[in-house]
Nanobody, 126 residues
Framework: QVQVAESGGGLVQTGESLRLSCVIS????????RAWFRRVPGKRREWVAG????????YYDISVKGRFTISRDPANNAVYLQMTNLRPDDTGVYFC???????????????????WGQGTQVTVST
């Protein structure tokens, strides 16, 4: 059974940085492809970034590209989302979601990721 645990959210000011962690246990393969989504107040849940574990490719929404970076720690089956130059419109609950496979297509469709964490709050103040 795949279990997802996120951590690293918090309250920061505009322009500051945070790093979110996503640690997954129970991956049936060497590692699980995963993605980050966020639920922003007043909006639908939106995709933020994706990571194809099998080949290391990363994918980013245009709103975060150049500011957010995914990296991985294979020894701990962890993936990190480094968020820099944060803005108030980045505020929301961030979820890590994991596939049951080590690869994903475009790594942005929620149906590819049936395993979700509890979410971690990110608040960016002006």
């Amino acid at each position: 059974q795949v279990q997802v645990a996120e951590s690293g959210g918090g309250l920061v000011q505009t322009g500051e940085s945070l790093r979110l962690s996503c640690v997954i246990s129970g991956c049936p393969t060497g590692g699980c492809a995963r993605a980050w989504f966020r639920r922003v107040p007043g909006k639908r849940r939106e995709w933020v970034a994706g990571f194809n574990w099998s080949n290391g490719r990363t994918y980013y929404d245009i709103s975060v590209k150049g500011r957010f970076t995914i990296s991985r720690d294979p020894a701990n089956n962890a993936v990190y989302l480094q968020m820099t130059n944060l803005r108030p419109d980045d505020t929301g609950v961030y979820f890590c979601a994991a596939s049951n496979r080590d690869y994903c297509g475009d790594c942005m469709e929620s149906w590819e990721f049936p395993n979700w964490g509890q979410g971690t709050q990110v608040t960016v103040s002006t």
